[in-house]
């Protein structure tokens, strides 16, 4: 509780260095909101932190829901928890109840402890490449609707992208907070420390200028019916579904089956 309470002081700083920028306060309420569950002895609920935040922004600003960047953040994090949730069901297979895993759990190294450094070293790295690949391609596949819709550009470089840009921003936020509130005090204290993240926010913003140069870094497409965008998610939802029907030896239900097929 110590913890969770010491945490939300970063996160509301965060908040109010960044500005009332969507993305931004749909991440701070999220976690604020995950935070004072675990304070106040209430069940900590990703789903409904993020529906609350959306709530709020909405109740606060309501013409956000047109708004692209409104629409990309809210649509990105949707698509983690839902992936996030089917995992958590693909682990309640049968055979793993058995002393068989099931295959996700191999290919993340759920399977056994690493005895020697190197191999928990190498376990590790493994699980944070794959997690993090699954991550960035389910953001790319959740928000293509309205990449396509607003920009007619589609990335094919942006998932990839993310590997690096991702984990370099975790480095970068943390470390420019600090930073901030000695440069509140005496901006010769804040000078120093500064020029590495300083560096660091080069290197952020210039590789995806310099990767977007090659041929074929991205795509130009049409405007799709606006139809297309309830096949396109049905046909998500719906083949997510039959997948962990499969993976979990079950029977797809007919209505399922039918409906992925059409909406796709």
Not at 103 to 127: D, F, V
Request: charged share 10%.
């Amino acid at each position: 509780k110590w913890t969770s309470f010491l945490c939300l002081s970063p996160v509301l700083l965060y908040m109010i260095i960044v500005g009332a920028k969507v993305s931004s306060l749909r991440a701070g309420i999220m976690i604020s909101a995950f935070l004072i569950a675990i304070i106040i002895n209430r069940k900590n609920s990703l789903f409904n932190a993020f529906l609350s935040a959306a709530f709020l922004i909405l109740l606060w600003k309501p013409q956000s829901l047109m708004d692209p960047g409104f629409q990309l953040s809210f649509l990105a994090v949707a698509g983690i928890l839902w992936v996030i949730h089917l995992l958590t069901e693909m682990g309640e297979d049968p055979l793993s109840k058995l002393g068989e895993p099931p295959w996700h759990q191999k290919l993340l190294g759920k399977t056994n402890h690493a005895t020697e450094p190197t191999q928990a070293i190498a376990s590790k790295l493994k699980k944070i490449f794959l997690g993090s690949l699954l991550i960035s391609f389910t953001v790319t596949l959740a928000t293509l609707p309205v990449l396509l819709f607003n920009f007619n550009h589609i990335s094919l470089v942006g998932a990839f992208l993310n590997l690096l840009l991702v984990p370099l921003a975790a480095i970068l936020i943390p470390g420019v907070l600090p930073v901030t509130c000695i440069g509140m005090v005496s901006h010769s204290l804040a000078l120093v420390p500064a020029i590495p993240f300083y560096y660091l926010t080069k290197l952020f913003l210039t590789l995806p200028q310099f990767v977007a140069q090659f041929p074929y870094a991205s795509i130009y497409l049409p405007t799709p019916p606006s139809i297309w965008i309830v096949f396109y998610y049905a046909a998500l939802v719906s083949g997510g579904y039959a997948l962990l029907y499969k993976i979990r030896h079950q029977e797809i239900p007919s209505a399922l089956k039918s409906g992925c097929i059409v909406a796709m």
